[in-house]
């Protein structure tokens, strides 16, 4: 059998993180080796508390967790999303305690910890603002020789914004971190909204996981719950966007991008209007969307696959 490769997980864990993080507990094509938290939907010590205890639930609480940047590289932490993921990032609902605590270190030094530990086989999955991504990359700017690819959940291509016309949360939370470290030297996936809101996730699913009779799933579907009445305007009934669960299956291969051109992508880190837009060049796509030469970062448009029955095969087990 191959060997699992070796994956970090960046999040701020909220309701759809928390989706991400157990996918991946359930993944045997990869193996958790560290998870760094960021503020974002909630703060990134209350991120990791949640990470705890979910991963305990999950009997994985040999995984070790840090705490990374409170705010970002300009400004300050802006206060979550309440309204979203609840004022504890999961519904509102109390999970159990683990009892754990995080590392030591920052987000940041477990990143490059692990890139030495793992060197040219560390896959990076990041589900938040990309402070602590960026972070580690001023540290030690040869980080990207020790990674094999970074995929990112963030960005909108085609698609508006859910934070502004053209911002999506995790970019424009920290439009200069996300900059950099989509300008690094690394081979970045990044999984838009043009895809996530086309994932959905439905009550029917919901009710799966809360009848599951595990320890974790149950505790996803009553963290779903607040989740899936925010959702409600949007699509006229309660269902919820697979944003964070659907760039850990592209990482994990559970779905694979059937259009994903690799072609240049800026980040407007300016104070204007456009703060916090992923600027695409999607100007092939009328010849097929041709990779761009040189270009790093390959931008999903497109999926072979609906991600919801795969991601419930794999909750239904933990």
């Not at 999961?90 to 009892?99: H, R, T």
């Not at 030094?109 to 560390?122: N, V």
């Not at 970045?188 to 809360?210: I, S």
């Not at 796509?285 to 991600?307: E, F, N, Q, S």
Request: include cysteine; proline fraction near 8%; charge should be negative.
């Amino acid at each position: 059998m191959t060997t699992p490769a070796p994956l970090y997980l960046d999040c701020d864990t909220g309701v759809d993180d928390s989706l991400a993080l157990a996918y991946l507990l359930a993944s045997p094509e990869i193996r958790l080796v560290g998870v760094g938290t960021v503020s974002g939907n909630v703060d990134a010590r209350r991120a990791a508390t949640n990470t705890l205890d979910l991963l305990a639930l999950g009997r994985r609480d040999d995984v070790p967790v840090a705490v990374g940047a409170h705010d970002p590289l300009r400004g300050v932490y802006g206060g979550g999303a309440p309204g979203v993921h609840g004022r504890n990032g999961v519904g509102d609902v109390v999970l159990p305690s683990s009892g754990g605590a995080p590392e030591a270190v920052s987000a940041a030094e477990l990143l490059l910890r692990l890139s030495d530990e793992h060197a040219g086989r560390l896959r990076v999955v990041a589900v938040g603002p990309l402070t602590n991504l960026a972070l580690a990359l001023r540290a030690d700017p040869t980080l990207p020789e020790r990674v094999l690819d970074v995929t990112v959940m963030g960005g909108a291509a085609l698609h508006p914004g859910n934070v502004s016309p053209v911002g999506e949360a995790n970019i424009a939370c920290d439009p200069e971190a996300a900059a950099e470290v989509l300008a690094a030297d690394w081979d970045v996936t990044l999984v838009p909204l043009d895809v996530t809101m086309a994932n959905l996730l439905e009550e029917t699913d919901r009710k799966a996981l809360l009848e599951a009779g595990t320890a974790l799933a149950p505790r996803l579907g009553e963290v779903l719950d607040l989740y899936f009445g925010f959702h409600a305007p949007t699509f006229g009934r309660r269902c919820s966007a697979l944003h964070d669960p659907l760039a850990a299956a592209v990482a994990v291969g559970g779905v694979t991008p059937t259009v994903a051109p690799r072609v240049p992508v800026v980040v407007d880190a300016t104070d204007g209007p456009g703060r916090g837009q992923t600027v695409c060049d999607l100007r092939g796509r009328y010849a097929g969307y041709p990779d761009v030469p040189g270009a790093r970062t390959r931008v999903v448009l497109a999926t072979d696959a609906p991600l919801a029955p795969h991601l419930m095969e794999r909750l239904l087990t933990l």
